[in-house]
């Protein structure tokens, strides 16, 4: 299975994160979260990463050129774009994107087109905050591209068998402390996302 760390605010946390096994490593862009970074202080981080490791620079209600200039800056390969209020003209972005579903009941699960969306549980904080979105809304939902986020951990992960979800994406659950990755739940996270 593949896996997004997000909420990286440090190289000691994205050269742990790496190592456990992650695939990709996301920035949170967004100044009211505790895990925000400074785009450039996320770039130093970049440059001293390995080659195939993804960046994912995280964004909420933003215009698109401050998307387009914080991801050059960061150097961030993807957007992760919360765009609750249609502030972001997605076909102007320079960058490959992924948009969030901030699911609040099954019925906005239904009817989602044929493209690559990140699914999380609707908090008013925007994310972060370790709520699941219930996995029996996803019973008749093809989820094949589908990130799945929200309140993962190493230990509920095993309930994701047989969903075949695209990834997975965890922040809190693998936090020793807000904005403070805890290596050993990342390894045991990875460890279980191996065996969906
Ligand atoms: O992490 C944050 O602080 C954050 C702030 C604003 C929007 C999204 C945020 N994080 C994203 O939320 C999901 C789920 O996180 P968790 O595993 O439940 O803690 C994840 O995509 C984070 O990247």
Redesign the pocket.
Known sequence: MRV?I??ITNLEDALDAIQAGASAL?F?F?E?????IEPFEARKIVDKLPPFIQTVG?F?NESTNYINQVCTNAKMQIA?I?DDDNYTELESLEIKYIE?IRAKNKNDLLNIDDKYY?V??FVE????????VALDWFDEVDCSKIVL????TYENIKELKGYNFFAI???????AS?GKKDKDKMIKFIKASNEI
Do not use: H, T
């Open positions: 997004k997000c909420g996301g949170v967004y009211k979260s505790p895990r925000y995280l909420v992760q919360i969030v990140l999380d549980a904080s925007f994310g972060g905050a370790g709520k699941r986020a929200g309140g993962l994406d965890v922040s809190s659950g693998v936090e807000k």
